[in-house]
């Protein structure tokens, strides 16, 4: 069953604007973590920003926040002030403490920064 | 060298070739990670070590053998392929392989192999 699903295959956003990326998720594991990814062309996946289940506050790293809504299972990241080097794909993935050596993964959203 | 690096970053090889694909992290991590990306799939999960045991196997096909000799390195070898794993291998390592939620993984840059 897919757990992770991000619905936005692409997005275009102008330079210097925000921009929303969705997830959404599925699990009846009270502890879980949530990650997101970017992936530039040239493939590795760099690591944004986490966040916790029980965390009571919203994740957030420079430019990168997590717009996270418990009772909703979302976890939208938010991308302020954008800029042409966010052009990429993002991966939103879960990790469940059940089974934590497994890390699921949504199918990706493209972002397209424009000038 | 930095972080988690791969090699070869990009191979062909026929259906009867064995070939082997190397990963290496240089942060101290006890857990390392191959995953497959094919083409409008989500990352798939193949192989998990940690401090240099297979914990976890999804189901993959024999003809991909994992080694992990120590917690720095990991390989993945190749025999008798299909076109079908034609595909973007990536390599990840974690501080643990789980046992904290928020144990990230950190990515190498991947080997793009074409099965021909």
């Known amino acids: 069953a897919q757990k992770i699903t991000q619905t936005q295959p692409g997005m275009f956003v102008q330079e210097k604007e925000a921009v929303t990326l969705d997830c959404t998720y599925d699990?009846?594991?009270?502890?879980?973590?949530l990650f997101w990814y970017k992936q530039p062309s040239s493939g590795e996946m760099i690591f944004l920003i986490y966040?916790?289940?029980?965390?009571?506050q919203n994740a957030t790293e420079g430019r990168y926040s997590l717009n996270f809504q418990k009772a909703r299972k979302s976890a939208n990241l938010v991308i302020s002030a954008s800029q042409l080097g966010d052009s990429a794909m993002y991966f939103c993935?879960?990790?469940?403490?059940?089974?934590?050596?497994?890390?699921?993964f949504g199918a990706g959203t493209r972002l397209t920064v424009k000038p | 060298e930095t972080g988690v690096t791969q090699t070869p970053r990009h191979l062909v090889m026929g259906m009867t070739n064995k070939k082997s694909l190397k990963c290496e992290q240089h942060?101290?991590?006890?857990?390392m990670y191959w995953y497959k990306q094919s083409a409008k799939k989500p990352l798939e999960l193949m192989f998990v070590?940690?401090?240099?045991?297979?914990?976890e196997n999804n189901s993959v096909p024999s003809r991909f053998s994992p080694e992990c000799p120590n917690s720095s390195h990991l390989f993945l070898h190749l025999h008798t392929l299909q076109p079908e794993d034609s595909a973007l291998y990536l390599c990840?390592?974690?501080?643990?392989?789980?046992?904290?939620?928020?144990?990230?993984?950190?990515f190498g840059p991947g080997t793009r192999l074409t099965v021909l």
């Open positions: 990840a390592s974690s501080l643990s392989s789980g046992s904290e939620l928020s144990d990230t993984q950190y």
């Open positions: 699990t009846s594991d009270p502890s879980y973590g």
């Open positions: 966040q916790g289940s029980y965390d009571q």
């Open positions: 993935a879960m990790r469940e403490g059940r089974n934590n050596n497994d890390m699921r």
């Open positions: 942060l101290g991590h006890n857990a």
């Open positions: 070590y940690s401090l240099e045991e297979r914990v």
